[in-house]
C-alpha cells in the first residue's frame, strides 16, 4: 500500500514534543482539511507533488524520517537551525531531483553521504557534529551543478579529496574548522569559478600549490590557522580578483612576496579602525618573522630578547631557553605521571631553580658546553602532545620518545633542530609527517645519497614495521633478527591507526612494502612475496567486505531548485551575513588563539588589551 505525502510530512511529528510542536502550525495533522501543499513549509508543483520543505528555525526537534525517500520530485530541504539529530538517512541520497540541501545548524551526526542528484547545487551541512572523512570521489558525482559546498564547523577528519577539484561551477568551498589533515591538492586550482576558499581551523600542512592562482575568479582565500608551510607563493598576486589573503597561524618562512604587499589585501578587516591606517601592504598579510601580533597581522611587535619567532603571521615568540624547553615538555607530557624520572620530578617540586642540573634528568645528554644534545624518554609512560618548542633546542640531535601513549600530531618545529635520529615509534600520534620534516637530511640517515623519504622518520598511519620506520641501504638487524627495511601495509587501514606502528592490530598478513628500494637479501624477497601471495587470495574477499560496510554507512542528501531560493547561491548568503546569521562566523576572538599558559611562560610575549580592535569577523562576504 502506497504511503501519501501527507503521511510522508507527518513522519517530522515525533513524540508529545512533535504533537505540540504541530499544533502550533497550519496543517500539519491527519485529520486537517487543508491540502498538504498548503501547510506551513511544505510547497508543490502544479501536480500537486511536494517539491519543497522548507522548516528553517522551527525548533523542530526530530530524526530524519526515512520516508523523505519516497518524495521522487523533492528539490529543496530546509531544516537549517533546528535540533535535528541522528545521522541522514541513506534514504535521503537517493532523491534524484534535490537541488538544495541546507541541514546547518543542527544536532546531526554520522559521516557525509554520497548524493546521487546530478542536480544539486547547495550542500549545506555547517555547525553540525558530523565526523569521518569526505568520500574520496565525491567531487565525481556532484561537479555538473554543484555551486556551493559547505561542511564547516564540524568534526570531518581525513584528507581534502583532489577529486573536489572537478567540480567546474563550484564558486564557494568551505571546509573551515574542522579537523582535517593532508596537503591542499593542487587541483582545487582547476576550479576556475571558484570565489571564496575557506579552510582556515584544520591541520593542513606542506606546501600551498602554486596551482591555486590557477582559480581566476577567487578574491577570498582562508588559510589561517593550519600548519602550512613553506613560502608563499608569489603567483597568488595574479589573481585579478582576489581582495583577501588571510595565512597567519601556520608555519610560512621568508617573506610576504612584494607583489602580494603591493596589492594591500585584506582592507575590509581594518575598515573603520584607524590604527590599520598605518600598516603596510606586507603586514596586512602577515608579521614578518621574529615579530608577533595579535592576529598575525597588521601591528607587529618585535620579539624580545632570548625569545624567537621563526614564522611569518605569529602570534607568539617562543623561549630559547633549554630550561624552560624541558620544563615544558614535563607540562605537556604530563611528567608527574612518568615512570623512573624521579629526577625530573624533584626539578619540578623544586621549581626548575636555577641550582637544577638539567643534564642530571633521566635520559637527558649533554655536551660539554652543557647544551642538551640528546632526550631519550623511551617507555617512560608519557602522554599529552609533543610540544613544538622541542624543535627549537638549538644542539638536540637525538630525540627518542618511542613506546609512550603521546597524541596529537608531529610538530614540523623538529626542523628547526640539528636532529641525527628520531624515533617516536610505538605511540598514538595521527596526522602526516610535515614535508618540512621529511626534506630535511641527515635524520635517521634521510637523504643519504640524495634520496628522501618521509618513512625514514616514521612508518605513515596504515603501515608498520617492526622499529616503526623504515631504514636505509637495505634490512637491517634488531636483536639478531632481520628487519625488513620498508614500512608495510596493513590490509585494513583501521589496523594502523597511528604514525610509528610497529606491527598491525589484529592481523597476520600483510601486503607488498610502501617504499621502494634496492638491494633486498632473499630473507626480506621472501618476507615480501609471501604475503603478497596470501593479498591475491584474500583481495575479493576483503574487497566485497570493505563496500558493504561504506555502504552500510552511507547516508545522503540532495537539494532542487523549485521555488525555495529563488536569489543567487550568495545572494542568500549576503543575506544571511548581515543579518547575522549562524554565517556570519569567524570570529577571531583573542582566546582561540591563545593557548594554555605554559609553566615557564612560553606566551610571555602575548600582546596587550589595547589591540583589542583587532577583535573583528574575518567576514566571507560572497
Not at 21 to 40: I, L
Not at 233 to 261: M, R
Not at 283 to 307: D, L
Not at 311 to 326: A, F, K, P, V
Request: with cysteine.
Amino acid at each position: 500500500m502506497a504511503i501519501s505525502q501527507e503521511d510522508i510530512v507527518l513522519s517530522f511529528v515525533q513524540g508529545v514534543d512533535g504533537a505540540a510542536w504541530a499544533d502550533e502550525r497550519t496543517g500539519w495533522n491527519a485529520e486537517s482539511a487543508e491540502s498538504v501543499c498548503k501547510w506551513d513549509g511544505i510547497t508543490c508543483d502544479h501536480h500537486d507533488s511536494i517539491v519543497s520543505i522548507d522548516l528553517e528555525r522551527q525548533d523542530l526537534t526530530a530524526t530524519i524520517p526515512t520516508e523523505l525517500g519516497l518524495l521522487h520530485r523533492l528539490t529543496h530541504l530546509n531544516l537549517q537551525g533546528n535540533p535535528i539529530y541522528g545521522s541522514i538517512p541513506y534514504e535521503v541520497g537517493t532523491l534524484k531531483a534535490l537541488e538544495v540541501i541546507n541541514l546547518s545548524s543542527t544536532l546531526l551526526d554520522g559521516t557525509i553521504p554520497i548524493f546521487l542528484s546530478p542536480n544539486l547545487r547547495e550542500l549545506v551541512f555547517a555547525y553540525s557534529h558530523l565526523e569521518g572523512s569526505i568520500p574520496f570521489l565525491f567531487g565525481e558525482g556532484h561537479g555538473e551543478n554543484l555551486a556551493k559546498l559547505d561542511f564547516s564547523s564540524n568534526s570531518l577528519t581525513g584528507s581534502i579529496p583532489s577529486s573536489l577539484g572537478k567540480m567546474s561551477k563550484l564558486l564557494y568551498l568551505d571546509l573551515s574548522s574542522n579537523q582535517l589533515q593532508g596537503s591542499l591538492p593542487a587541483e582545487i586550482g582547476n576550479l576556475g569559478s571558484l570565489q571564496g576558499l575557506f579552510l582556515d581551523n584544520n591541520r593542513l600542512l606542506g606546501r600551498i600549490p602554486p596551482a591555486l592562482s590557477r582559480s581566476q575568479s577567487l578574491f577570498q582565500i582562508f588559510l589561517h590557522k593550519n600548519d602550512f608551510s613553506g613560502t608563499i607563493p608569489a603567483a597568488l598576486a595574479d589573481l585579478p580578483n582576489l581582495l583577501d589573503l588571510f595565512i597567519d597561524g601556520n608555519k610560512f618562512t621568508g617573506t610576504v612576496p612584494q607583489e602580494l604587499c603591493d596589492r594591500y589585501l585584506n582592507k575590509d578587516f581594518f575598515e573603520g579602525h584607524p590604527s590599520g591606517n598605518d600598516r603596510d601592504g606586507c603586514t596586512s598579510v602577515a608579521c614578518p618573522a621574529n615579530t608577533k601580533a595579535f592576529q598575525g597581522i597588521f601591528p607587529c611587535h618585535t620579539c624580545a630578547e632570548s625569545f624567537l619567532n621563526p614564522y611569518l603571521g605569529s602570534n607568539q615568540c617562543i623561549g630559547l631557553e633549554q630550561r624552560d624547553i624541558l620544563r615544558n615538555m614535563y607540562k605537556e607530557m604530563n611528567g608527574d605521571n612518568w615512570l623512573f624520572a624521579s629526577s625530573w620530578q624533584l626539578a619540578n617540586e623544586a621549581g626548575w631553580a636555577e641550582n637544577i642540573n638539567i643534564c642530571d634528568l633521566e635520559g637527558v645528554e649533554c655536551n660539554s658546553a652543557g647544551h642538551v644534545v640528546g632526550i631519550n624518554l623511551a617507555n617512560k609512560n608519557l602522554s599529552g602532545m609533543i610540544p613544538d618548542s622541542v624543535g627549537f633546542l638549538r644542539y638536540l640531535r637525538s630525540l627518542n620518545l618511542a613506546d609512550n601513549s603521546l597524541t596529537g600530531y608531529l610538530p614540523s618545529d623538529l626542523r628547526w633542530a640539528p636532529l641525527e635520529e628520531l624515533d617516536i615509534s610505538g605511540n598514538k600520534l595521527e596526522g602526516f609527517v610535515p614535508p618540512s620534516l621529511c626534506e630535511k637530511g641527515d635524520i635517521n640517515g634521510n637523504g643519504n645519497g640524495g634520496q628522501f623519504s618521509c618513512d625514514i622518520l616514521t612508518c605513515p598511519a596504515g603501515t608498520f614495521n617492526e622499529i616503526g620506520r623504515a631504514s636505509t641501504g637495505g634490512p637491517v638487524q634488531s636483536n639478531g633478527d632481520i628487519i625488513n627495511p620498508y614500512c608495510v601495509r596493513c590490509l585494513d587501514a583501521d589496523q594502523a591507526q597511528y604514525l610509528g606502528q610497529k606491527a598491525c592490530e589484529n592481523v597476520s598478513v600483510q601486503t607488498a612494502p610502501v617504499s621502494e628500494g634496492t638491494g633486498l637479501s632473499d630473507i626480506a624477497l621472501v618476507g615480501i612475496i609471501m604475503p603478497i601471495i596470501a593479498v591475491v587470495l584474500v583481495m575479493a574477499f576483503y574487497g566485497f567486505r570493505k563496500y558493504k560496510r561504506m555502504k552500510h554507512r552511507r547516508e545522503t542528501q540532495y537539494y532542487n531548485s523549485n521555488g525555495v531560493s529563488s536569489k543567487s547561491v550568495f545572494a542568500e548568503f549576503g543575506a544571511k551575513q548581515s543579518s547575522g546569521s549562524v554565517f556570519d562566523d569567524d570570529k577571531k576572538f583573542c582566546a582561540a588563539n591563545v593557548k594554555n599558559t605554559l609553566a615557564f611562560d612560553i606566551t610571555s610575549e602575548r600582546l596587550s588589551d589595547k589591540e583589542v580592535w583587532l577583535d573583528v569577523p574575518r567576514a566571507r562576504v560572497i
